[in-house]
């Protein structure tokens, strides 16, 4: 059985889009891809992006990737190690300093803590603005305020950790149980002791639990701070790519990867230790 | 009363195991607090975060940050460029810098184009319910966390090295980890995706590609785009420092602002920055909202 045109005709009428995209649909479908081509060529324009440039990079790189084998630790393997040490301890201090200047920052921040509106308002948007800036951007500015070195990496990363955590800790704190604090306060007690025994308790695993994250994300920003100046592997890293010592920079990169998931899996052992298998899940 | 409960054995052996618990308790605690110092001390010692030096840098940070905020004047503050303390006067070179930003709002979205083209490829290998075999599946996984594993900026060094100084290194460095990141974000998401039309469509005779296109595409599309506008975000942000290293981009002029200690302008740049991040976070979180709520509606 077939239908014949005349019913074909009044079903296309009936349910247009049952038969495919209307002609207004298909122009508009075409406009956007014309659209979307045009913007790719302007930016391939604008860029310079040829591809000779592509072909003449990717057989630089490809010559690039062939010195890195196999990878060499090198004459200066010690500096190496050190420097790798040196972005452990840069992210582990910033990490403690930045999670322990945070608690304070965090209760004051806190909206069932602290009622004196204009204050809270005020620092939350400085930690939004201060959250804004890059990491990198912080280590370049201490770099030129303190000098080359380990110690702008470790404010760097106080800086850029702090405004984040103070707002998660703050969250923390407001999502807090009251009747605890409430119990201590009936009791007779005064309200830094409903603070210290009503909250603390319940936030003190979640705090902990993110400044452990925050140590692991660190250990991987740490890496790359040295490249503008701030210590740590990233100087070594840097210097390396600029005298083109390729099997070098293979054995720091592989270096980098390692000591990063060797310190996911002990923040990982101590989380599990100290707060057991509680869904905290990171940002 | 409480002498007499005092001298039952049940009190006494609780009171014992109450006595040894707190003990215990209290050991770890300072074992715990023990090790904690030592880590710190280690790590000052390692990274030279001596008191003296922080005594001594502590005055010049403030100095420093205080020189980088800006002069402005309530009576000059909408005055014109040439009066000293007006808005103008802080941003005077407010085109070329709304340039420079629009170039890396270009470069973001250009390495997120090709991370994300390059992801949606090998995703389909890489998501086990998918993979034609095996060892593809694995290679493909590994691949992808290669990719992902090595620092932006690391990559952007090299590339520089290769493909000379400018945006193409940075947008290829940000699009080979977005390539990482999405291609396994990607892959995650087709394992959740229903197997029903895939077996239907496998069944009916399509191919292996042929199946990936109609049957497990169309489920996971929003999802994937989704992820796309995220990471786009995040490639904002990595695009506006992946100049310090010479690979294009407004971070290659904050670099020389800083490096030339031309105070106001780093204050002027870093405020136009957080403004461009704040702007295209709000409008792509728009969009990823009326995906989820289009998806949802289905």
């Known amino acids: 059985m077939s239908l014949s045109p005349a019913a074909v005709a009044a079903w296309r009428s009936r349910e247009p889009r049952a038969f495919g995209a209307t002609a207004s649909r298909r122009a508009l479908r075409w406009l956007g891809g014309a659209a979307f081509l045009a913007w790719l060529a302007w930016s391939f324009w604008l860029f310079d992006i040829t591809p000779a440039r592509l072909w003449n990079g990717a057989a630089g790189l490809l010559t690039i990737l062939r010195l890195m084998i196999p990878p060499n630790p090198g004459e200066l393997w010690a500096d190496i190690l050190k420097g790798m040490a040196e972005s452990v301890a840069m992210a582990f201090l910033g990490s403690l300093i930045a999670s322990l200047l945070a608690v304070p920052l965090g209760f004051l921040g806190a909206r069932n803590i602290v009622t004196a509106t204009l204050l809270r308002f005020s620092l939350r948007r400085l930690f939004d603005g201060m959250r804004g800036v890059d990491q990198l951007v912080w280590a370049l500015a201490y770099v030129r305020a303190v000098g080359l070195g380990p110690l702008a990496g470790v404010l760097a990363i106080v800086s850029s950790d702090i405004a984040v955590l103070s707002k998660l800790y703050a969250e923390a704190i407001e999502n807090a149980e009251t009747r605890p604090g409430e119990g201590v306060a009936a009791a007779g007690g005064s309200r830094l002791q409903a603070i210290r025994f009503g909250i603390l308790p319940q936030v003190l695993p979640v705090m902990l639990a993110q400044a452990l994250y925050f140590f692991e994300s660190n250990t991987r920003s740490a890496a790359i701070l040295g490249v503008v100046g701030a210590g740590g592997i990233g100087l070594q890293i840097a210097e390396r790519i600029k005298v083109r010592h390729w099997d070098e920079v293979a054995f720091i990169i592989i270096l980098m990867v390692v000591t990063v998931g060797a310190i996911d899996l002990l923040s990982g052992a101590i989380r599990r230790r100290l707060i057991g298998r509680r869904e905290t899940a990171p940002l | ?298």
């Open chain 2, 1 to 298: 009363m409480d002498s007499m409960a005092a001298h039952l054995p049940a009190v006494r052996r609780g009171e014992a195991a109450y006595q040894a618990l707190r003990r215990q308790r209290r050991l770890t605690g300072l074992t715990g607090f023990a090790i904690l110092a030592a880590a710190f001390l280690g790590a000052a010692w390692m990274s030279e975060f001596y008191p003296s030096s922080l005594a001594a840098g502590l005055p010049r940070i403030g100095e420093y940050f205080h020189r980088i905020l800006p002069t402005l004047h309530w009576s000059t503050l909408f005055a014109g460029v040439e009066a000293e303390g007006s808005l103008a006067f802080w941003f005077y070179r407010l085109d070329s810098w709304l340039l420079l930003l629009l170039q890396t709002a270009q470069m973001a979205a250009l390495a997120t184009l090709g991370g994300a083209a390059v992801a949606l490829l090998l995703a389909f290998p890489a998501a086990r319910n998918l993979a034609p075999s095996r060892w593809l599946h694995h290679l493909t996984r590994r691949g992808l966390e290669a990719t992902r594993t090595v620092p932006e900026i690391v990559s952007a060094l090299i590339f520089v090295w290769a493909f000379g100084v400018g945006p193409l290194a940075g947008i290829l460095a940000i699009g080979l980890h977005t390539a990482g990141a999405l291609g396994k974000l990607f892959s995650e998401v087709m394992e959740n995706a229903p197997m029903q039309a895939w077996d239907g469509l496998r069944a009916s005779g399509a191919n292996w590609a042929q199946a990936c296109r109609y049957a497990i595409l169309p489920q996971v599309a929003p999802n994937l785009l989704s992820y796309a506008l995220l990471r786009f975000e995040i490639n904002l942000r990595s695009a506006t420092v992946i100049g310090f290293v010479g690979a294009g981009g407004i971070g290659q002029e904050l670099y020389q602002v800083i490096a030339f200690n031309y105070y106001e302008e780093i204050s002027a740049i870093v405020v136009l920055v957080i403004l461009a991040v704040m702007l295209i976070d709000l409008l792509s979180e728009k969009l990823r909202h009326r995906l989820t709520h289009a998806a949802g509606a289905r």
